[in-house]
T-cell receptor
């Protein structure tokens, strides 16, 4: 099955700085990579996703890059704001017949005002 | 608010007991997913139902079972509970059966097994 590793586990940045979270996956046939944000006391929420036929996708201050050769994908948040503080999860779709994703362990991002 | 509702919000029970967690998907969504979130294991996919039928299975224990009813709500049954089953249990729903259909998560049920 798929194995997703995520780092760092915690990340503190000053407001206005950029934050980068990195993930690696094991199954070279994986083709869908979503990112979720989980605020305290809430369920995860999809913030951006990328498919394997593109290398980068941007949505305002958030961008995701994918390197299929290295089996790496990363989340980039620019001009961070206090409301970006949350736990972020990367995930990768299993390539088997099942329609499911495997999640990374999560990164707790703290944006310091 | 994602539109997905889960009850109860909190549940405290003893080892060996059985509990049922309930999920109502967003209006119009046919897929329901169940996840377990614990501190040491992260977010683990348990099982998916689509329009009443089981479609995908993850690391779900044999002591756990789920079903989706004709009105599309879903229940997750956990039996012979152990201390290690203490976790947050999330339900998510999506409109379709494909994993790239956006999943909307409920607020979760926090289960504590004493």
């Amino acid at each position: 099955g798929e194995n997703v590793e995520q780092h760092p586990s915690t990340l503190s940045v000053q407001e206005g700085d950029s934050a980068v979270i990195k993930c690696t996956y094991s199954d070279s046939a994986s083709n869908y990579f979503p990112w979720y944000k989980q605020e305290l006391g809430k369920g995860p929420q999809l913030i951006i996703d990328i498919r394997s036929n593109v290398g980068e996708k941007k949505d305002q201050r958030i961008a995701v890059t994918l390197n299929k050769t290295a089996k790496h994908f990363s989340l980039h948040i620019t001009e961070t704001q206090p409301e970006d503080s949350a736990v972020y999860f990367c995930a990768a779709k299993d390539s088997g017949g099942y329609q499911k994703v495997t999640f990374g362990i999560g990164t707790k991002l703290q944006v310091i005002p | 608010d994602s539109g997905v509702t889960q009850t109860p919000k909190h549940l405290i029970t003893a080892t060996g007991q059985r509990v049922t967690l309930r999920c109502s998907p967003r209006s119009g969504d046919l897929s329901v997913y169940w996840y377990q979130q614990s501190l040491d294991q992260g977010l683990q996919f348990l099982i998916q139902y689509y329009n009443g039928e089981e479609r995908a299975k993850g690391n779900i224990l044999e002591r756990f079972s789920a079903q989706q009813f004709p009105d599309l709500h879903s229940e997750l049954n956990l039996s012979s509970l152990e201390l290690g089953d203490s976790a947050l249990y999330f339900c998510a729903s999506s409109v379709g059966n494909e994993v790239h259909n956006e999943q909307f998560f409920g607020p979760g049920t926090r289960l504590t097994v004493l």
